[in-house]
């Protein structure tokens, strides 16, 4: 549930190596060294030249999408840091001008071709809720600024993206400061409570909807922040599939923003350009991150309408930068990163590769007794690990099953990614580069298995 610990792989320390107890800041379990890595792979220190090899089926924090160390990203770096090392992040440099460009041709929607670029996720959430907020606000309509979010969610590691998120472990120790925002339940068909897939999901997840509106008043919301499907908070899991067309009708109704947070959907995880895109919905306000740049550089975005951009101007309201965003450095990589992605057609890679790998996962974990779901779109997908796949109940917490079964997989050469929340747990993640093939997928099928299997085994 976000953070690795794995008693599986003995790591011993050399001469070089930096003392484990000064870095990282805090220790959960034996270091993790990576001395390299290439493709899908991290090779990891153990002695040899290279290390062994570990298949990244995470994708580090499901963010390496093209796969380490593209030439052609690198060079592109180089060129921009020589190019110009520095501009102030308003400013256009030839970098940001292209970033904008292949954004505004090729990936965003006609609509939402304003762009303000961050340096990562968190704090493109926090600029979106702010335009959100400061639109309304110009609109005359000051009251407006509640943001609603949803109860099974991340949305980033500040303060006020942290108190939006439905996520209990990453909120521990900072209850004192967190503000409390309205929720709605996320669509969870699996945990529906009217029965698992009840036929009535969607209507009773958009009545939870409308009754949250009407207890806090439309009058006072700016806006609700929801992922079209959930990243690794609640891994993969998709809402019915007239879910969104029908929430977005009730947002219309009661003039409420709609900002999707694609951080870690957007860019082709999901085998489309954005996930939005799979349930006939229309951000207002667009947010991505990671798979921007594929982990090469540190940088997130909003994109907006004219409309909005436009009147947040004239009231002179600023939305104001962060030093390190749009570096052009981070610019040229996203880039090169988007390029490849379209010349090597990637997206149609990811839904044959993402449904050969689903399939594969059906074949060999549906029927275990210890698993509930299989789920997910293209490369984002999540494994939910019960107790008791009739009843649905999950290994008590203290069990720390999730981490139990990525620290076996990585003690068998495989990086998973852990999901969930605390309050829904036990997921297991996979956001694996959109360049895997058979061999990957082969592998990630049996120590998954073979990982399920041994640490269930009561
Ligand atoms: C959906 C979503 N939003 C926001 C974030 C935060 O992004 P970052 O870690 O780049 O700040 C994440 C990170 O996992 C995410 O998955």
């Not at 909807?209 to 079209?228: H, K, Y």
């Not at 570096?327 to 990163?337: F, G, I, R, W, Y």
Request: with cysteine; glycine share 10%; net charge negative.
């Amino acid at each position: 549930m976000g953070t690795f610990v794995s008693d599986d792989l003995a790591m011993t320390d050399n001469k070089t190596s930096t003392r484990p107890d000064t870095w990282p800041f805090l220790h959960s379990g034996r270091l993790q060294r990576v001395m390299h890595a290439e493709g899908a792979y991290l090779y990891m220190q153990d002695g040899s030249k290279n290390g062994h090899r570990m298949l990244d089926a995470g994708g580090g924090a499901i963010i390496v999408n093209i796969g380490h160390g593209r030439q052609e990203v690198a060079q592109a770096i180089y060129d921009a840091t020589l190019n110009c090392t520095y501009a102030l992040p308003p400013w256009l440099t030839p970098e940001r001008e292209a970033l904008a460009e292949e954004l505004q041709q090729h990936w965003l929607p006609k609509n939402l071709n304003r762009v303000h670029l961050t340096s990562g996720g968190s704090d493109a959430n926090e600029a979106a809720i702010k335009i959100a907020v400061q639109y309304q606000v110009a609109r005359g309509k000051p009251e407006k600024h509640q943001i609603i979010s949803r109860n099974l969610s991340y949305h980033g590691a500040t303060i006020t993206t942290t108190a939006i998120s439905g996520h209990a472990v990453r909120k521990r120790g900072l209850e004192p400061i967190l503000n409390t925002y309205p929720t709605i339940e996320t669509p969870y068909p699996l945990r529906c409570p009217l029965g698992p897939n009840h036929s009535g999901a969607t209507d009773y997840y958009i009545e939870d909807l409308e009754q949250t509106i009407a207890r806090v008043g439309a009058e006072n919301i700016a806006a609700l922040i929801a992922e079209p499907l959930n990243g690794s908070s609640g891994g993969g899991i998709t809402p019915p599939p007239d879910y969104w067309s029908r929430a977005q009708q009730v947002l219309w109704d009661n003039d409420i923003l709609l900002i999707m947070d694609e951080v870690m959907t957007g860019f082709g995880r999901t085998g489309e350009k954005f996930g939005y895109e799979l349930y006939g919905v229309m951000p207002d306000l667009l947010v991505g991150g990671k798979g921007l740049a594929g982990g090469y550089a540190a940088l997130g975005g909003v994109y907006s309408t004219d409309a909005i951009a436009e009147l947040i101007t004239e009231s002179s309201y600023d939305v104001m930068f962060h030093t390190l965003a749009a570096l052009p450095q981070s610019c040229a990589a996203a880039t090169k990163v988007l390029q490849i992605i379209r010349e090597e057609q990637m997206l149609s890679r990811v839904k044959s590769v993402g449904k050969q790998l689903m399939d594969r996962l059906n074949d060999a974990l549906g029927q275990s007794p210890h698993v509930a779901e299989i789920r997910g779109e293209g490369l984002l997908i999540g494994i939910e690990v019960v107790r008791d796949r009739e009843t649905l109940e999950p290994f008590p917490e203290q069990d720390n099953m999730t981490n139990k079964i990525v620290g076996h997989a990585l003690g068998n050469g495989v990086s998973f990614y852990p999901g969930g929340t605390g309050d829904i747990r036990d997921i297991i993640c996979i956001g694996a580069p959109f360049i895997i093939g058979d061999e990957e997928i082969d592998k990630m099928v049996t120590t998954l298995k073979l990982a399920i299997t041994e640490c269930t085994r009561q």
